[in-house]
């Protein structure tokens, strides 16, 4: 399809594992987002990409939060030494531009540490 | 700082009632505002989004919502609604690099 696509849907990890996500975005879009968004809240956002630049990173919480984006298309977010409060559902959005441009979502990773 | 309030968590509703749903913004710099759906176990879809202009904004699905400055507001009504309008709807305020959501209210119509 033409949506923003992440893989995978769903990911059980155990404590102290690392893992990766995995965002396709529109294609033609310029400005990738990752978001986090626990049971029950809005999503807040993590990290900001334009083109492969990572311009903005001040919403992730730890320095085992990392994302990258080497080719200015598909992005990923890894996560190192997971944690149990790292258990959320993961959200990527891409949109044409910044600023008043909406951005488009895609269906999320649900992660679960135990 | 800007920041985004939804007043209410949980709405319920009975099938074609009206139906707002509120939101106050607060920010010092231009504002874009956006109104996204969430159904479960799927991402967000954008409703409608405020950026210039007239500020009573339609969307998808029937809805609207009126921009309003004076009370820093940007409320979501519609007129009549849905079995399928079951969900959880977000607000949010747009800056250059990131959305900033509310904590989001929960629309139950009930039959």
């Known amino acids: 399809g033409a949506g923003v696509s992440q893989s995978p849907r769903y990911k059980v990890a155990k404590r102290g594992q690392d893992v990766a996500l995995r965002c396709d975005p529109i294609?033609?879009?310029?400005?990738l987002f990752w978001y986090q968004q626990a049971l029950g809240q809005g999503p807040e956002f993590l990290t900001y990409?334009?083109?492969?630049?990572?311009?903005?990173k001040s919403g992730l919480p730890s320095d085992r939060f990392f994302a990258e984006r080497p080719e200015g298309s598909v992005s990923t977010l890894k996560i190192q030494r997971t944690q149990q409060e790292d258990s959320a559902v993961y959200l990527c959005?891409?949109?044409?531009?910044?600023?008043?441009?909406?951005?488009?979502f895609g269906d999320g990773t649900r992660l679960s540490i135990l | 700082a800007q920041s985004v309030t939804q007043l209410d968590s949980q709405v319920p509703v009975f099938e074609e009632a009206p139906v707002e749903l509120r939101c106050n913004y607060s920010?010092?710099?231009?504002?874009?505002l956006f109104w996204y759906v969430q159904y479960p176990n799927q991402g967000l879809q954008l409703l409608l989004k405020?950026?210039?202009?007239?500020?009573l904004v339609k969307g998808i699905n029937g809805f609207e919502a009126e921009f309003n400055k004076s009370q820093t507001s940007f409320h979501l009504r519609k007129p009549s609604v849905h079995i399928s309008d079951t969900a959880e709807y977000f607000c949010?305020?747009?800056?250059?690099?990131?959305?900033?959501f509310g904590s989001g209210t929960q629309l139950t119509v009930l039959p």
């Open positions: 959005a891409s949109s044409l531009g910044q600023g008043n441009q909406p951005q488009h």
């Open positions: 294609s033609g879009h310029v400005s």
């Open positions: 990409f334009q083109n492969e630049a990572q311009l903005d």
């Open positions: 920010s010092s710099v231009s504002v874009y």
């Open positions: 405020y950026l210039s202009g007239s500020t």
């Open positions: 949010a305020f747009g800056s250059a690099r990131q959305l900033t």
